[in-house]
């Protein structure tokens, strides 16, 4: 039986993690979110006429920064820095933003291009979306599982991207 | 997604929020009760940072350091007074606001076991007995005659206190020429049973010790020449001495029952005060503690919330934060809380201590001695009458 990591508990943890990002580190990020549906892509799957992204979010993270490295010798002007983007992931719950790969952050004016999404952090080893119900909407050996453990962060590992190869006009969020 | 609201800064105190309720309808304590939250939101940090409890966990906590301060001075007055309270009404509506006047019932009480032994006193009830002697018969069975005769349960015993077989007194052979006291020349009179009286003939005035030491003679005489009226008693087995020569003769003796000595009941206490439990003091009236107190309160209560946010920071020992974990200051908080309660606790015993009658009076006494110290030093003019 699921004892420690229930829905009461959980509530502590945001309040503690909004409160720590929030209103005491405060390191904000503006998340452009990948528009697939508007993009159109040519018949080799190629945005040619530019990638189309949705209204621009702005967002509390934790910024995980890599050093920024020498620019290559036929790649005058530009610069290479990989960046991890720590979200919480209760804050994405409520805008309902899900990241993906391809999608584009911006922090100091600057964007980075998501590789790759991970979002394995869970509390007590459980996450609440999969309480394991048969199709008669129980559990056999639990009960109430949906309510124990949570999901916790939504961590993006990303690379910058010069802004001339992203695109975006820079406008008031 | 539960999400459980912490205190955001506002608070509205009415019955029922507390968890006993003791003193949801003082109107004082509704009034000090909001502003005892925003007291302790604030020395707890807020509103620079969050404080995870809500307005409940503070009124609790309000409500606990009420109690317990009520506790700790009714508790210091039970012990001050216990020798005074011990076996009073507990049905009394509450002593909180009477002025204990000390009295000597459990001193009395408590010495009623000496008397008894002493057969001058106490609760246990003494009983006269006694049995007819019979010739030639040294020993009697006291414990065979209680069975018969003394309304004894099956396991009960008695216990003889006193054996009423003595010689007669020596001074009613005062004049009884074989006393052997030398003044026989009265003899006759003693035979008319004028012994003891003046007969309206010539008397000689002598001084008391006289008669002391002729009485003392007799009773010697008694115990070197003759078979003394004595007894040996051994487990209720009486034997008498001398050896009886004439039947008829009873020999009285007085006793109590084991199982009533046994008795722990002490009487006329039934229902009432019989330990600090039921000693009729109830919770505090807040709006009659004075600003003291309430200090004292307010501290206590911002030591219990503090140790209660420790417990809700510290049930983890970390909190996980988007690909890490961080420690909370819930160890610090619990030090410190409990810490705040021993010092706040020590502080009203000693405070209380020092207003003990023992204190007080010893403190007015050195006040006595130190005026008089001072009159002293006042010049004493020379009377001249």
Known sequence: ?173 | MANITIYDGTSRFFPGKTPFGFYDYDYEFQTDADKVVTFCARRLGYPIENIELQDINFYAAFEEAVTTYGNEIYAYKVRQDYLSLEGTPTTSTTLNTDVIQPNFASIVRMSHQYGEEAGVGGTTTWYTGSLSLSVSVQDYDLNTWAQASASLDSTDRIEVKRVFYEPPPAITRYFDPYAGSGLGMENLMDQFGFGNMSPAINFLMMPINYDLQKIQAIELNDQVRKSQYTFELVNNRLRVFPIPTEAGGKLRFEYIKESERNSINAPGTSGGVSNVSNVPYKNPTYKEINSIGRQWIFEYTLALCKEVLGYVRGKYGTVPIPGAEVTLNHADLITAATAEKNLLIERLRGYLEETSREKLLERRSLEADYKQKELNLVPQPIFIG
């Open chain 1, 1 to 173: 039986m699921a004892l420690y990591g229930e829905a009461r508990d959980i509530s502590l943890f945001r309040h503690i993690n909004r409160e720590l990002m929030h209103d005491i580190i405060s390191q904000q990020v503006v998340y452009h979110k990948y528009n697939l549906v508007e993009t159109k892509i040519n018949i080799y799957g190629e945005a040619s006429t530019g990638r189309i992204f949705q209204e621009p979010t702005l967002l509390y993270s934790l910024i995980e920064r890599g050093d920024e490295s020498s620019p290559a010798f036929d790649e005058v002007g530009t610069v290479a820095q990989n960046l991890t983007f720590r979200f919480l992931r209760d804050d994405l719950t409520d805008i309902q933003l899900v990241c993906d790969q391809g999608d584009i952050i911006q922090w100091k004016d600057l964007y980075y291009e998501v590789d790759n999404v991970i979002s394995n952090q869970l509390f007590v080893g459980k996450n609440p979306d999969y309480p394991n119900k048969d199709s008669t909407g129980t559990n056999p050996l639990e009960t109430g599982l949906e309510n124990f453990g949570t999901s916790l962060s939504v961590i993006c590992n990303a690379h910058y991207v010069p802004a001339d190869k992203v695109g975006i006009d820079k406008q008031r969020l």
